[in-house]
């Protein structure tokens, strides 16, 4: 690596070491596995970038802010105990504080945010390096403001999350186009040879004409849905879907996935109140 790479600097928000709390029994979903997650700084849906304030039931606030002061670490794997390191923080730092939080039992690094797609050459850098070293690596996104550079990285992920935006979040002002983007995304991870599944949060107020475009887009290049229930938050007094809706919506999803391609997901970690 050369030296202006090593040197590359980026804003994180956290690195700590846990495990998936999301996702399904599907191909690229990495559900209960072991992972250090790097939860970069930044999100252009929440920074504007679609022209609302990002999602309305966002899980991760804290990593909206393009600039944070700092970076939390855990300073041991499973300790659940943090130090401070000032951003923007070097390539190096990110690398050191991972080999240091490897476990036996790590499956996989977690490249998470915010949107980690928003720092391009931090992120590349990242990913090229925990590559040289045999890292596994599992991408969860929503939003590629460049589909290029996508494609340019696309063949050193082995596993993505791609986050398709149900409409009642209100993440952007032209919806339709925001999920043919996503899905878009889907099929150039897919085509590069990542394992890849799609994702949608649904929630009470979630209309099933909306998601069946969602279901249909996903039929078309065949990626795997997993549908999120919500995780209410006192902030925007949102509700989880109805028994009856799961129903519908899943039903929904079949007429174009077949059976082993739909499945439920939950924020298991916070039900098990682990980081």
């Not at 998936?20 to 596995?33: D, I, K, M, R, T």
């Amino acid at each position: 690596m050369s030296e202006e790479k090593i040197l590359h600097k980026g804003y994180i928000q956290e690195i700590f070491s846990s495990f998936q709390g999301e996702g399904v029994a599907f191909e690229g979903s990495c559900y209960g596995l072991r992972q250090i997650f790097v939860r970069f700084a930044g999100c252009p849906l929440a920074l504007g970038k679609e022209g609302t304030a990002g999602c309305l039931w966002c899980d991760s606030p804290q990593a909206q802010k393009e600039h944070p002061k700092y970076c939390s670490i855990e300073t041991e794997a499973g300790s659940q105990q943090f130090t401070k390191k000032e951003n923007p923080i070097i390539l190096k730092h990110v690398l050191d504080n991972i080999q240091q939080l490897t476990t036996k039992d790590l499956h996989s690094i977690s490249l998470t945010g915010g949107e980690p797609l928003h720092q391009p050459k931090f992120l590349k850098d990242i990913i090229l390096n925990l590559k040289q070293k045999k890292y596994k690596i599992f991408l969860e996104t929503a939003y590629a403001e460049n589909l290029q550079f996508l494609e340019e990285i696309a063949r050193n992920i082995d596993f993505a999350c791609v986050d398709i935006k149900d409409k009642s979040a209100e993440a952007t002002t032209k919806w339709e186009e925001l999920v043919e983007r996503e899905v878009k995304m889907c099929r150039i991870l897919r085509d590069a040879g990542t394992k890849v599944f799609s994702k949608i949060v649904l929630s009470k107020s979630s209309k099933i004409s909306d998601f069946e475009l969602v279901a249909k887009l996903c039929g078309e290049v065949n990626i795997p849905m997993a549908i999120q229930l919500v995780s209410p938050t006192k902030k925007s007094n949102v509700q989880s879907l109805t028994w009856d809706q799961l129903v519908s919506f899943t039903e929904t999803a079949a007429k174009y996935l077949p059976p082993e391609k739909i499945g439920i997901s939950a924020q298991v970690h916070k039900l098990l109140n682990i980081l």
